[in-house]
Structures are given as C-alpha cells and as structure tokens.
C-alpha cells in the first residue's frame, strides 16, 4: 500500500500557523509517537499526514482509524485482527491496522474515547512492537509509528484516571498544538478563496468572483467554532447558492438550519426533548469549553422621577440586553441566547423585533 510523495495541502500564512508548520517540519523525521491536539475542525487528520509523508516512511503505508466510531470489541480486532473462530462470525483471519501499517504510520484518531484495556495493547505496541491477534497466540512483530489525536485535555483525564498515564507518556514525546483558526484570522481571506475556487471548479464555473465587502467582513467577524471545516462548508455553499457567477457574493449563510418555518417545540409540549439548535450547540461544543448559564442583570436602571413610556423603558432595557449579550460572546448568536437564558429562535425573535439582526456591534 503505498503513499504518494506528496504532503496534504495545508494553506496559511499567519504567523501562528507557520509556526505550526515549523514545528511539524522538525518532528516528521523522528521515528517516535507524536500527538496532535487541536479543536474539532482544525485539521488533525491533516497535519498527522504531513508528519508521515515529511518522514523516511513516506513510501510506506499512511493507516487511518477513527477510535470513537467503534465499540471497544470491534476496535480491538481492527487494530490487532482476528484469528478465525476467534468470536462468532469470524470466518477467516482478519488483519489489523497495525499490521496493515508496518513500516509506516498509524494514525489514531479520537484516541482519548479509547478504553482502558486498548490502551494497554496499544502501549504494548508503542513500547515492544509486538501483540497477539484477538484468539491468537502467535506474536506479530511490526514497526509502526504512532500518530495520535484529540480534542480532549489527555493530562487532565490522566490524573482523573480516565486515561492511562503511562500511554500518555509514551504518546507524548513530542506534542504538536493546532490553532483553532480565531487565532489565524489572517489566514480567512486566503482559505476563503482556496474553497471558494475548488468549489467554483466543482460546478464547472469558469471563475471564483469572490465575497462583496460587507460579506467578507461577516466571515472576518465569525468566531468559527467548527474552525476550518466550518468555514469550507459556509463558502461552498456561499458559492453554490451564488445567484450571478459573476458578481461578488454578497450573502454569507452561517446556519443552513435557520428558517423562520423550522420546527421548534411549542411552550409546554413536555414530548418534545432539546430545540434541536440547543442540542446541536451542546454536542458541538469542544471539550474544554464551559457552558454559559442565564446571566444576571447588572444593577437596575434608576426609575425615571416622572412620568414615562413604559413600553419604551423596557424596550430599552432589553435592547442593551441584547447588545451585551451579544458581545460579551463575539456576535455568536447561539452562545449570546444561552447567555440570557433563551433559546436560539427566542433570541432571534428579539433581534427581529429590535432589528438587530446582522449587527456586529452596538454602535451599528
């Protein structure tokens, strides 16, 4: 199985991302474990394959696993195979990951949801270079470098005893930090027309036009949680729903789900579970992130001394409201609603009725 010479496409120039670049340069030609550690959407998979194809095992097999899509009987036989008639249903020998990568790297992803006695083999390995196959007792040597991933803080579940400590120190030789992409904003620009002109390539278009200001300011603006991957699926298809291919964009679409006909759950229906914006925005929030609860109020606004609109008064209060929440969370409306105790379709009601919506600051 063998690899193209080529390293994947990692496009940047800011200056933490070629920092980045640096470090991955100096630790692709050691042949020892590596960790890659970044939030959801920044790439991890990406940067573990330049860490390959930038070593002497370039030409040797790049094996994937993702570690949280199986159980942990059916990651033990993928990582380690089967012998036949190990279990019920094993017709025939079944080869690992392991030994499908030897001479190469085996890339280990969401390797943090992996159980206690996985990690135990998988150290076996690390250390020896040597395991058993599940029902066998023949030893398998192989030569495989270990290329893991996560998202999880490995040290803090090490000293909770929810991952063991000694495959951390083996895992952790060298720890390559990817940075979410609120922290490259100067690279949005440059990622934006990569994807905007793959995309526009796609659909047979004869050119990228590009964002109109106003739409390029918005994505400047946007905190991109899903990082990277986030921001290739909003210009894409920014670009499809296109209306002229040959004039600037000028619509950013941030959230496909948000439709004033999209169904909620109406006040009191106790069948109904999360609105599912709040589900989403909870699964989808990165591990070392803290939930925002309803905030208090500051202090009260003194009562006028004389007579006054009331309506006016309150729709004051609440329009700050709105403004503050909205900035205390960098205009990401999902966070500000949670913040003030609402759901995501309360809170745009509000700003429609306030006519907030697409404000990226109070003085606007």
Same mark, same amino acid.
Request: overall charge neutral.
């Given at each position: 199985?063998?690899?193209?010479?080529?390293?994947?496409?990692?496009?940047?120039?800011?200056?933490?991302?070629?920092?980045?670049?640096?470090?991955?340069?100096?630790?692709?030609?050691?042949?020892?474990?590596?960790?890659?550690?970044?939030?959801?959407?920044?790439?991890?998979?990406?940067?573990?394959?330049?860490?390959?194809?930038?070593?002497?095992?370039?030409?040797?097999?790049?094996?994937?696993?993702?570690?949280?899509?199986?159980?942990?009987?059916?990651?033990?036989?993928?990582?380690?195979?089967?012998?036949?008639?190990?279990?019920?249903?094993?017709?025939?020998?079944?080869?690992?990951?392991?030994?499908?990568?030897?001479?190469?790297?085996?890339?280990?992803?969401?390797?943090?949801?992996?159980?206690?006695?996985?990690?135990?083999?998988?150290?076996?390995?690390?250390?020896?270079?040597?395991?058993?196959?599940?029902?066998?007792?023949?030893?398998?040597?192989?030569?495989?470098?270990?290329?893991?991933?996560?998202?999880?803080?490995?040290?803090?579940?090490?000293?909770?005893?929810?991952?063991?400590?000694?495959?951390?120190?083996?895992?952790?030789?060298?720890?390559?930090?990817?940075?979410?992409?609120?922290?490259?904003?100067?690279?949005?620009?440059?990622?934006?027309?990569?994807?905007?002109?793959?995309?526009?390539?796609?659909?047979?278009?004869?050119?990228?036009?590009?964002?109109?200001?106003?739409?390029?300011?918005?994505?400047? $603006?946007?905190?991109? /949680?899903? #990082?990277?991957? %986030?921001?290739?699926?909003?210009? =894409?298809? &920014?670009?499809? @729903? *296109?209306?002229?291919?040959?004039?600037?964009?000028?619509?950013?679409?941030?959230?496909?789900?948000?439709?004033?006909?999209?169904?909620?759950?109406?006040?009191?229906?106790?069948?109904?579970?999360?609105?599912?914006?709040?589900?989403?925005?909870?699964?989808?929030?990165?591990?070392?992130?803290?939930?925002?609860?309803?905030?208090?109020?500051?202090?009260?606004?003194? $009562?006028?001394?004389? /007579?006054? #609109?009331?309506? %006016?008064?309150?729709?004051?209060? =609440?329009? &700050?409201?709105? @403004? *503050?929440?909205?900035?205390?969370?960098?205009?990401?409306?999902?966070?500000?609603?949670?913040?003030?105790?609402?759901?995501?379709?309360?809170?745009?009601?509000?700003?429609?009725?306030?006519?907030?919506?697409?404000?990226?600051?109070?003085?606007?």
């Amino acid at each position: 199985m063998a690899s193209s010479a080529t390293p994947p496409s990692l496009v940047g120039q800011a200056a933490s991302f070629l920092q980045l670049m640096e470090h991955v340069s100096r630790a692709a030609p050691l042949n020892r474990p590596t960790l890659v550690i970044g939030e959801r959407g920044t790439g991890k998979e990406l940067v573990a394959a330049r860490l390959h194809y930038l070593s002497s095992r370039w030409d040797k097999p790049f094996i994937k696993l993702n570690c949280a899509a199986l159980s942990e009987t059916l990651l033990e036989t993928e990582l380690f195979g089967h012998e036949q008639g190990a279990f019920t249903g094993a017709a025939k020998r079944h080869v690992g990951r392991f030994e499908l990568a030897d001479g190469g790297t085996l890339f280990l992803d969401e390797i943090a949801t992996s159980s206690a006695s996985v990690q135990e083999k998988i150290l076996r390995v690390i250390e020896y270079g040597e395991f058993e196959r599940v029902g066998g007792t023949q030893t398998v040597s192989v030569d495989v470098r270990v290329v893991g991933a996560t998202n999880a803080d490995l040290p803090r579940m090490a000293s909770a005893g929810k991952f063991r400590a000694d495959l951390l120190d083996r895992l952790s030789f060298d720890v390559v930090t990817i940075p979410p992409l609120r922290a490259r904003a100067d690279d949005i620009p440059m990622l934006v027309d990569h994807f905007g002109i793959a995309m526009a390539r796609e659909l047979g278009r004869p050119f990228f036009p590009g964002f109109a200001p106003k739409a390029m300011s918005q994505l400047l $603006a946007y905190p991109w /949680p899903g #990082n990277i991957r %986030e921001l290739k699926n909003v210009v =894409e298809r &920014a670009v499809y @729903r *296109a209306q002229g291919a040959e004039r600037p964009i000028d619509e950013v679409i941030f959230d496909p789900f948000d439709s004033p006909f999209r169904p909620v759950a109406m006040p009191g229906d106790r069948r109904a579970g999360p609105a599912p914006a709040e589900e989403a925005e909870a699964e989808a929030a990165p591990a070392s992130s803290t939930t925002l609860g309803p905030t208090a109020p500051g202090p009260a606004t003194a $009562a006028p001394s004389g /007579p006054c #609109n009331f309506l %006016e008064q309150v729709a004051d209060f =609440e329009k &700050a409201l709105l @403004r *503050a929440a909205l900035e205390r969370n960098q205009f990401h409306q999902k966070r500000a609603a949670a913040d003030l105790g609402l759901n995501y379709h309360q809170f745009r009601g509000y700003l429609r009725k306030y006519e907030l919506l697409d404000r990226r600051s109070a003085a606007e």
